[in-house]
């Protein structure tokens, strides 16, 4: 109801404020009453009560202290103040009729529409979607690949946001791109840019047998909530926001700007009435090797997108718009510090957040490393879903439409990507494996994966993103079947290649992480890779240490092979983690 409340504000043009105040958010008002809700919170007197602005009015008030302040604004924000990026329909227009790409400042600004050019890389466009949860009908997935075929390359990438992106898309095509998907209902306004990127939650939400909480309505519900606030689109830098139910698939929400994970609270004096509640962590940036930090918030579902609402709001109003590399919201906390942060957000909420010990909080057991890959049984009786594997993400659209078909034959029509870059068909009836596993294989792409393989994660690399010092997907697939066909393992082993600093691919995450960079051998510039161990996630979250650097591409196969040799003849016992 939720969704459809949402859904019909949006399509109608509807005052969603309103519609969300309608919403049985959480009974305001008493003490701290046995429900959990905090007095207050939620409905009456908070950020969802504020008057309409226009999207450039919050970020202009934002930039105009700055400038009070006596200091410049880096180049981005001034292009923001002199363009709207969300107006920039006439002159897309114009570029696809003659032929030309964005130049100059306006290559950042058609990222807010989902448009990337990604010259010298490729004189092409990508094209990044939305996809709240991860969570696609087949018959949108079918019109998402013939977007592929008419308007891009013939494929599409999963990312490692649970999302899709389009590439080799030209200059006329970009538009075509954009109006297609919205006839497909996909809406991708703000998917780049300073914007709020595609919200994730676990990807078994609704079918798992151990989750503690459903997390797609939450993303759905967040998804829409920023949609139909257009002043959220204001934000310095980019923000990524996760939800993880606890189940059997992580949804890596502590790598988030924002993350809610479940968490089961059992009563004792100093903690909030017993129960499942949604534990805030803040100011996860890996690629700046730092995860999101609990806050001793617990919030219940419904009350997590109002508190993701007034976070947003803060970092708008006062996140840096000096410096970009310090305009993520770490810098913030950073600054601020996690009280006087909290106290921000509660100003804008209107009401107390519920704070607990972090003691008392039972966190859920570790996802299964193997969930994301092959048969699993779900929480309805009789039903499974399968995990598919593609290589380093990426499928051609004839596989797009034959997991299209999978997925409407054997299961109920719904395909869900993981932040794993994979995905999973879900509902298939035990009876119908091993059809389902025939028609997986019959289209080039496989259920079962070796364990190198389960845990490749790759970015774009340098056949698609112009940072990129070598091409990380097509040394993903060459480094797993090396390792194939050298040594035997008895556990996942993540391994994350990642073309730049950036780190897309979370490098710092991995059992192994790869970040390539250019390295002399001879006379020669060649493609290579630093070489990080022990990352980790979750409780057993850890930030890789370099161990190598500056290792050329054909030297490292070996180097790895001989790195888990090692880990299998030293570790203490099966499945001991690398982080360290
Ligand atoms: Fe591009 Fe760097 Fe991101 Fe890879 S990590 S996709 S090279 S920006």
Redesign the pocket.
Known sequence: DVQKHFLQGFVMGADVSRAVRSLPIVSGGGAHDRSGAMPGFGVGGTALDAPPSRPDRVHREAQDRVLASGKALCKEEQAKREKDPFSLWDEMRANATSDSFPRGTDVFLYKFSGLFHVAPAQDSFMCRLRIPGGVVPSWQFRGIADLADRHGGGFADVTTRANLQLREIGPRDGIHVLTGLADLGVINRGAGGDNVRNITSSPTSGIDPVELVETLPLAKELHHHILNHPELHGLPRKFNIAFDGGGKVASLEDTNDVGFLAVRVDERPDSPPSGVYLRLALGGIT?HEEFARPTGVLLLPEECVPVASAIIRVFIKNGDRTDRKKARLKYLLDDWGFDRFLSEVESELGSRLRRAPLGCCSIPPPADRWGHVGFHRQKQDGRSYVGVVLPAGRMTTGQMRGLAEVAERFGSGTIRLTVWQNLLISDIAEADHPEVKAAIQAIGLDWDASAPRAGLVA????A??????AD?KGHAMALARYLEDGVTLDQPINIHL????????QHYIGDIGLE?TKVEVGEEMVEGYHLCIGGGWGEERGIGRRLLDSVPFDDLPPIVERLLRHYLEHRSHPGESFAC
Do not use: E, W
Request: some cysteine; glycine content about 20%; charged content about 5%.
């Open positions: 690629g970015c774009t690399g340098n698609g993103c112009r940072y990129a010092a990380t990642t073309g730049c600093h950036h780190s897309c691919a390539a």
